[in-house]
């Protein structure tokens, strides 16, 4: 995956992310850096989104589950782990398609380090849109201790690697 584009008289362009043409069937990306959820960050998450289970941000109420203490807020667990996968699987995405099999294999708790990689399951190219192919993984998300927390699989239109020229101009 080549990191930068010549934009000539030695200007330079950071680039992220895979075109079409770069997925293989079974590759898998590990996406670092990991990271460490904080109370803050879950309790924000949280309440930002109107979930008013006690179980993500009541100390004394989870302190009577069975875990004694608040879970991460699923799908704060999920969007970080998209957001891990950006700049592997969806710098180039023109649109995410779905998801689909989000499950939640054991607990995250704040504290924990969260990392995370992607495998390609299937890839063909657009039926409608022949600057852009379609693209299946897998992401899964583990804690700091090699314990597998979630995974879910996502499908995105990517663009292909003809379509560079066309948004470099702008971009």
């Not at 079409?20 to 309440?47: A, Q, S």
């Not at 008013?52 to 009577?64: Q, S, V, W």
């Not at 699923?74 to 649109?95: E, H, N, R, W, Y």
Request: proline residues 4%; charged residues 25%; contains cysteine.
């Amino acid at each position: 995956m080549q990191s930068t584009i010549d934009l000539g008289g030695q200007r330079y362009r950071e680039r992220f992310g895979r075109y079409y043409e770069e997925f293989n069937v079974g590759d898998c990306y590990e996406h670092r850096p990991g990271r460490t959820i904080t109370v803050t960050e879950n309790t924000w998450f949280t309440l930002l989104t109107m979930n008013t289970h006690p179980m993500h941000f009541d100390i004394e109420y989870a302190k009577h589950s069975e875990f004694e203490k608040p879970l991460v807020v699923s799908p704060f667990t999920v969007a970080l782990m998209v957001g891990m996968s950006v700049s592997d699987v969806s710098q180039k995405a023109i649109a995410n398609l779905g998801w689909k099999e989000i499950k939640m294999t054991a607990p995250l708790f704040a504290g924990d380090t969260l990392y995370a990689s992607s495998t390609v399951l299937d890839k063909r190219p657009s039926n409608s849109r022949p600057e852009s192919g379609i693209v299946s993984v897998r992401t899964d998300g583990e804690n700091q201790n090699g314990v597998l927390v979630c995974t879910f699989e996502r499908t995105m239109l990517i663009a292909r690697r003809s379509h560079e020229q066309e948004t470099r101009a702008n971009y």
